[in-house]
């Protein structure tokens, strides 16, 4: 049993880093104060892929990938999103990699920066995602958050506090609260109107430690491509004691559609 433990938690342990992947909204995983387009819908797939230096993949987990889809529609100073997992083994108990197969999310932004001296936002990732039972840890939760973005020169920090980070309120079997700060920064490296590259790089605290890096392109005015790679600072976690599991890296690539509403409201 302990050994089925092992397995579900290595692969579920990075997927849930990739809750929306609203490339408008996010830094990689962490939110920031942005929001999608007022009455635009912003649309992105993208694949979700696990890599271990260990043994254990093969022997204890379903599948180490997955298709995801998210679709986030822009409000006056805020959004909703929708995110859909299509590898059922990927989400449920067979492998636990993140929260679904449908979650969803949202974002109200209390302050903008220019009018006030920073941007301030609230919100949640992981609404709605059910449940899983029987096992060494407790998911899936919805991850509430508060962040505060400011400018200085051409660089934007990122800097907030997130609870039951990607849907679990522990990790470990001392029951320890997955909570923790968040801070990134994002700056356009290449500039260009219908083509500007962004570096993207955050923090997360917590037992969940990480270093996360990616990259995110416009291809035209719609369309836009993001690459992500996560790096955890913790390398074994230990849902059930005297059984640690590797904590692996993540790979995310993607691509992102933004567009008209089509409705007045």
């Not at 059910?130 to 958050?145: G, M, Q, T, V």
């Not at 392109?217 to 992500?228: D, E, G, L, Y």
């Not at 913790?234 to 599991?245: A, F, I, K, M, R």
Request: with cysteine.
């Amino acid at each position: 049993m302990k050994s089925i433990f092992k397995g579900i938690f290595l692969f579920w342990i990075f997927s849930s880093l990739n809750p929306t992947y609203a490339m408008p909204s996010m830094v990689n995983y962490i939110p920031n104060c942005d929001t999608v387009a007022y009455q635009n819908f912003f649309l992105t797939t993208g694949i979700l892929k696990y890599s271990y230096s260990g043994p254990l993949k093969d022997a204890h987990v379903a599948t180490d990938n997955s298709t995801w889809y998210g679709l986030q529609l822009g409000l006056k100073k805020a959004e909703i999103g929708v995110d859909y997992l299509s590898n059922k083994a990927f989400v449920d108990e067979r492998s636990a990699l993140y929260p679904g197969p449908v979650c969803y999310n949202f974002k109200y932004r209390l302050l903008t920066e220019g009018k006030d001296p920073i941007s301030l936002a609230i919100g949640s990732y992981n609404l709605g995602a059910p449940k899983l039972n029987d096992l060494p840890f407790d998911c899936y939760y919805p991850s509430p958050y508060i962040v505060g973005t400011k400018t200085i020169r051409s660089v934007r920090f990122h800097l907030g506090y997130q609870t039951a980070l990607v849907g679990y309120k522990n990790v470990d079997y001392d029951k320890k609260k997955n909570d923790g700060v968040i801070a990134g920064f994002d700056t356009v490296i290449l500039k260009s109107k219908n083509h500007a590259l962004t570096l993207l790089a955050e923090y997360l605290s917590g037992p969940m430690s990480s270093i996360n890096v990616g990259l995110q392109q416009s291809i035209s005015a719609r369309w836009s491509w993001s690459f992500c790679s996560f790096h955890p600072l913790t390398q074994h976690l230990e849902p059930v004691q005297g059984s640690p599991v590797e904590f692996p890296r993540q790979y995310y690539f993607g691509v992102g559609y933004q567009f008209p509403c089509g409705f007045q409201f």
